[in-house]
């Protein structure tokens, strides 16, 4: 049996930040009532239109999904355990801000099922967060913490942002440094990146953001990295680190090319030989998951707005583009060939000629047989690996 990931996207924030590109709307709070009803009304018609399915993780993204109450994060809950197999041991994931965390509600978290949280931290310093638009502070952050601990929850994740405009080495490393004092047992560390569409790109284009120097951002990367090996945190990903055991099981599902499945505005999913996404806005939404909206084929339901039937050769090229992010794991030969059916090396014959040529992959034996994965000084560069390995076929 197929296990999934279930991936649950709340799109409510209370306000949208300027760098941000997500799939989220400000000021709809008045509609999350009925969101979370649409929101259980999806899970049940998806259920229906398959086979009993192994659930193995649950992730709330947004948006920010801390603005929901405990009563309807148990409600959406309640309902997969109902209606899919809910593996008891599952990781159940939930993206916040802060600012919208209270002792008492994280405590109501936990009662619901929910046991792991990644806490949305960007920066420690108060121009940074001024910058970015992001409405806590750091004390507000050590209360979270503190308060979540207390709660019960031992599998806590920092999100940090580097590269900012203006930003220092010294500056991102006092951010890293103030983080590291609140031992989190999972970190995310993203470089800043202008997205399209973005307030943040339309300032840099009309030059009213500082650029920022690739070199300082490669030296703050580094600077990371040697951090918090010396820390005993294991990067696991080009962007993650873990102590032992706090690996974030959900993304292990992207990155491995195992099948999730999305529920709510905006929401992805996979499955092999398809890729599909819901409808975007909220009320578009709500209005396809209204009682009495007709099933439609596993995965889809009636939010479903695009699909993308997949060849053989497209899941091949994202296969690699994802292992190629695990940093210790890489690409395993034998798992791609079982489910493939053809060697890595008939395969990506020529790409893989090119990356071993500029040294920025090596084979390493497993358990299982042997694996391919970047080489340390190939995680700066990672996207020319990726780009040998996509469109190969075209």
Request: charge should be positive; include cysteine; glycine fraction near 8%.
């Amino acid at each position: 049996m197929n296990t999934y990931g279930l991936y649950l996207h709340i799109p409510f924030c209370q306000h949208r930040c300027a760098y941000c590109d997500f799939n989220t709307y400000a000021r709809q709070e008045s509609l999350l009532n009925a969101y979370v009803e649409a929101l259980c009304r999806e899970l049940k018609t998806v259920a229906a239109s398959s086979a009993p399915l192994q659930v193995e993780t649950v992730f709330f993204g947004g948006g920010t999904p801390s603005l929901m109450q405990p009563a309807q994060y148990a409600r959406i809950l309640e309902t997969i355990a109902r209606n899919y197999r809910l593996k008891p041991e599952a990781e159940i994931s939930t993206e916040a801000n802060p600012g919208t965390l209270s002792p008492t509600g994280l405590r109501g978290l936990r009662a619901a099922g929910l046991n792991r949280l990644s806490l949305g931290v960007q920066s420690a310093h108060p121009a940074e967060l001024r910058l970015l638009e992001r409405s806590h502070d750091f004390s507000a952050v050590i209360r979270s913490v503190e308060a979540a601990r207390s709660a019960g929850f031992d599998n806590l994740n920092l999100d940090l942002i580097y590269g900012l405009p203006g930003q220092s080495l010294a500056r991102w490393e006092e951010n890293l440094s103030w983080a590291l004092r609140l031992s989190p047992d999972h970190l995310s560390l993203y470089a800043l990146t202008l997205e399209q569409g973005t307030p943040f790109a339309h300032w840099a284009r009309r030059g009213l953001l500082p650029p920022v120097d690739p070199d300082l951002v490669a030296e703050m990367y580094t600077l990371a990295q040697e951090r918090l090996a010396s820390l005993g945190y294991a990067q696991y990903e080009i962007s993650n680190w873990a102590r032992e055991g706090k690996h974030c099981r959900h993304n292990l599902i992207y990155w491995r090319g195992q099948p999730y499945l999305g529920f709510g505005a905006g929401a992805h999913g996979y499955v092999p030989g398809l890729r599909y996404s819901n409808v975007l806005s909220i009320r578009s939404y709500l209005a396809r998951l209204q009682d009495g909206a007709r099933p439609r084929t596993f995965p889809l339901s009636p939010a479903a707005a695009q699909r993308q039937r997949l060849a053989p050769a497209d899941e091949t090229e994202e296969f690699m583009m994802m292992g190629l992010r695990l940093t210790h794991e890489g690409v395993s030969a034998t798992r791609f060939q079982q489910r493939f059916g053809q060697t890595l090396e008939d395969r990506f014959h020529k790409p893989l000629q090119r990356v071993f040529a500029r040294g920025l992959v090596e084979w390493v034996n497993f358990p299982d047989g042997p694996h391919l994965r970047l080489v340390p000084v190939a995680y700066l560069v990672s996207n020319q690996v990726f780009v040998e390995f996509i469109q190969t076929h075209r």
